[in-house]
Nanobody, 115 residues
Framework: QVQLVESGGGLVQPGGSLRLSCAAS????????MAWYRQAPGKQREWVAS???????NYADSVKGRFTISRDNGLMTEYLQMNSLKPEDTAVYYC?????????WGQGTQVTVSS
């Protein structure tokens, strides 16, 4: 069973930055797409960004130009650099990966944007 360990969440003021990381707990031979989702209180989980194995990225309109997704295939890790954060970015952020043997979610990390 693969576990995804997330880190980097926290409290930040509007306009600030955070970098989330998500690392696999063991070696995975084939990782396809990697993505980040988020879930705000009282709302459904929504897709934020994704990156293919070849490095092609896509973003939700709400974060385009402010967030950057990246990955390190050798370290089996993905990142989400979040800049110009807004109060509406407050949510629990989840990483997600597609592998040759199954799809997996991280445990979630809280991001709170507040003054």
């Amino acid at each position: 069973q693969v576990q995804l360990v997330e880190s980097g969440g926290g409290l930040v003021q509007p306009g600030g930055s955070l970098r989330l990381s998500c690392a696999a707990s063991r070696v995975i031979f084939t990782i396809y797409d990697m993505a980040w989702y988020r879930q705000a209180p009282g709302k459904q989980r929504e897709w934020v960004a994704s990156i293919t194995r070849g490095g092609t990225t896509n973003y939700a309109d709400s974060v385009k130009g402010r967030f950057t997704i990246s990955r390190d295939n050798g370290l089996m890790t993905e990142y989400l650099q979040m800049n110009s954060l807004k109060p509406e970015d407050t949510a629990v952020y989840y990483c997600y990966i597609q592998t040759g043997t199954g799809n997996y979610w991280g445990q979630g990390t809280q991001v709170t944007v507040s003054s």
